[in-house]
């Protein structure tokens, strides 16, 4: 799940996993949580058929279009693209036309890779951010997903060891976890809490992933904890160095 992509729908973090998944829970979510539109009640009132007939055309199982995960990261029910297009549909035309351009998007970035870059600082000037603190925000980007990648095979299995791991590092780095740093700051739950910091504490949070995916590789550390504890360890030696040193 290192691969996740959070898109902003007024408001609402909706994931996708590449161009491949979407996570329905989200759009869900993003559509006011009616209890009658959840993703299970939809495919087994209307969608059903869609999703047995599209198994069919792929040649696939349909646990490997439509499936349920545990985690506070990445849980919920995933579905294909297709089905989370339908879905969408099915929910609001405003939803389903976000979602469709999102895939399309990503259809557009695996063919140009810059283009991707190119939208991201487009965004955040758009938000106001000067290019010093866009440089910083994007390495961070960089370094997480490269951290994300190392984590990926060494995690107990519930699929939170990414979530301990930046717990560790924001609570060395600013002192608070995401939801403590949201309520200081009076974001909305959803809110990707980087997208708030300051260009100095980007920085110390992208030297501190790199440094910890290099020391657990090259000590082969594994769990959850350990991984977090690594994490907690490191950040905090950075951020003293840079407080105290007035870096």
């Given at each position: 799940m290192s691969n996740i992509i959070k898109r902003d729908f007024h408001g609402i973090q909706i994931a996708f996993e590449g161009k491949e998944q979407v996570s329905l829970t989200d759009l869900w979510k993003a559509a006011g949580s009616v209890d009658n539109k959840n993703p299970n009640e939809w495919a087994r009132r209307s969608g059903e058929t869609f999703i047995n007939d599209l198994a069919q055309s792929l040649n696939t199982a349909k646990n490997r279009i439509w499936k349920s995960r545990r985690g506070k990261i990445g849980g919920g029910t995933w579905a294909h693209w297709q089905i989370g297009l339908a879905y969408a549909q099915y929910l609001s035309t405003d939803l389903h036309r976000f979602v469709n351009q999102c895939f399309m998007e990503y259809v557009q970035e695996a063919n140009n890779p810059g283009l991707k870059m190119d939208r991201a600082i487009d965004g955040y000037r758009r938000k106001g951010?000067?290019?010093?603190?866009?440089?910083?925000?994007?390495?961070?980007?960089?370094?997480?997903?490269?951290?994300?990648?190392?984590?990926?095979?060494?995690?107990?299995?519930?699929?939170?060891?990414?979530?301990?791991?930046?717990?560790?590092?924001?609570?060395?780095?600013?002192?608070?976890?995401?939801?403590?740093?949201?309520?200081?700051?009076?974001?909305?739950?959803?809110?990707?809490?980087?997208?708030?910091?300051?260009?100095?504490?980007?920085?110390?949070?992208?030297?501190?992933?790199?440094?910890?995916?290099?020391?657990?590789?090259?000590?082969?550390?594994r769990g959850n904890k350990n991984c977090a504890n690594v994490h907690s360890i490191v950040g905090g030696r950075i951020h003293h160095a840079v407080t105290t040193r007035g870096i």
């Open positions: 951010k000067d290019d010093s603190w866009i440089e910083a925000r994007l390495k961070s980007k960089l370094t997480t997903k490269n951290r994300n990648s190392v984590l990926s095979n060494r995690q107990d299995g519930d699929g939170n060891i990414y979530a301990m791991c930046s717990t560790a590092t924001n609570r060395a780095i600013i002192g608070m976890d995401s939801t403590e740093y949201r309520e200081q700051k009076q974001l909305a739950k959803s809110t990707p809490i980087r997208d708030h910091m300051s260009r100095r504490q980007l920085l110390e949070i992208a030297l501190t992933e790199d440094v910890c995916a290099e020391r657990i590789l090259e000590a082969d550390i």
